[in-house]
C-alpha cells in the first residue's frame, strides 16, 4: 500500500520534471571533477555547483590539518557535547570565531554545529518559544523555514525583502520576543538582504536580527568575515548563523551571539544537544580554515573570484540579449551565486541537459526549491576557476542556446 502509493507519487514528480538524480563524484570538489551516474561510465566535467567559493574544499593545508586532527584526535568525537564529545579543537575553533565576529557583535561568544541545517533549527526552537514572532523573509533557506515551523513561535512570513511589510509586521507585534530572519546573500538568487535597514528596525521595535551568512562567511566583508562586515554592522542584537562547508571548504556550522544566547543554546537547543559532536579533526581543520581565509592568500582568493563575477555577468549580458526569444533572465547578483533562469522546469532540465552534453556541471533548480517558473540554472563560481573556465562557460551556453532557440517552433 505504502509503496504504491509513494511509486505513484513519484511518477507524477517524474512527468513534471521534478525528479532529483545524484551524481558520484570520484573526484576532490574542484572545477574539475570526475563524475559517474547511474552506471554509466565516469566522465571528467567542468564543474559550476559547488559552493567552494574559496576553493579550500580541496587546499593541501586544509586537507593536512584534517589528517593531523584525525592524528592528534582520533577519527569520532565519542558523544554528543554535553556529554563527552566536546574536544579542544572544538572549544579553541569556537573562540577563534568569536573573537574574528567580534568587531560585527561586540562580546559575541560562538558555537559551533554539525551542520548549518542544525544550526538554524537549534537558534529558531530554542529562541522562538511561545512568547516570541518570527519575521521571515519568503525566500529564506529551507533550514530556516523549517526552523520557524518547529518552533512555537507565531510565524509571520514577509514578501521577499520587503521592508514595509515587515516594518507593519512588528508594529502590530506584541510578543515580548521578536525575531528577524533573513538570509544575508539568499542561497538560490544570490542577491543580499538589507542589513542595515534590517537592523535599524531591529533596534527601532526592540527586536533580534538573525543573520544566515551561509553565502556571505569567507567572501564578504573585511577580511572575509562574512555580511556583518561588509555593510560595517555592529550590534549587540546581531546573531549570526553562518556555514563552514561552502567558503571555509570543510563542514559544519556556528552561530555567533550575546553570551547568553549562547548559553541557552547550549542548555536548551535540541539539535545540539542530542547529536554526536563531529569529529574534532574537522574542528581543527577549520581552524587553519580561518586562518587562510583571514591570511593574503584569502584575499587574493576573494580579488579572483571577484573578477569571475564581473567577467561572467557580462558575458552572460551579451548573450541574453544575443538570444531574446528564449527569454533568459540573470539575476541581480553582485555574489558568487548567478542564477541563469529560465523559467519551465522541463526547460532548465534541457539547458542543464545540453551543458552536461559539453562536459560542464551546471544545476537546474526547480520548485519547490525556487518558485513555479523561475526554475534555473545556479551557477556557483569559485576561486578555483579560472577566466578560461568562465569563457568555457558561456561559449556552452551560447551553443545551448542557439540550438535551443533553433528548435523553437
Ligand atoms: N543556510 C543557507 C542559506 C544555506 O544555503 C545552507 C546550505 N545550502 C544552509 C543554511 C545549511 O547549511 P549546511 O549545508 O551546513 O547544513
Known sequence: MLIDYLNHQLRERQAQGLTRQRRIAESPCAPRQRVSQRGQPARDLLAFCSNDYLGLANHPSLVRALAEGAQRYGAGSGASHLISGHFQAHAALEEELAAWLAPCIPNAQALYFCTGYMANLALLTALGGANATIFADKLNHASLVDGALLAKATLQRYA??????????????TTPVKLIVTDAVFSMDGDVADLPELLALAERFDAWLVVDDA???????????????????????????????????VGGAFVAAHPAIIDWLVQTARPYIYTTAAPPAVAHALRESLRLIQSAEGEQRRAHLQQLITQL????????????????????SATAIQPLIVGGNEAALALAAALDAQGLWVPAIRPPTVPVGTARLRITLSAAHSADDVQQLVDALAQAGKDLAGAQP
Open 160 to 173: 521577499h525583502k520587503s521592508l514595509a511589510v515587515l516594518e507593519r509586521q512588528l508594529a502590530a507585534c
Open 215 to 249: 553565502h556571505g562567511f569567507g567572501v564578504l566583508g573585511e577580511e572575509g568575515r562574512g555580511s556583518l562586515s561588509h555593510f560595517g554592522l555592529c550590534s549587540e542584537r546581531l546573531i549570526c548563523m553562518g556555514t563552514l562547508g561552502k567558503a571555509a571548504g
Open 313 to 332: 555577468r557580462s558575458q552572460l549580458a551579451e548573450l541574453i540579449a544575443a538570444l531574446p526569444t528564449l527569454g533568459w533572465h540573470l539575476a541581480d
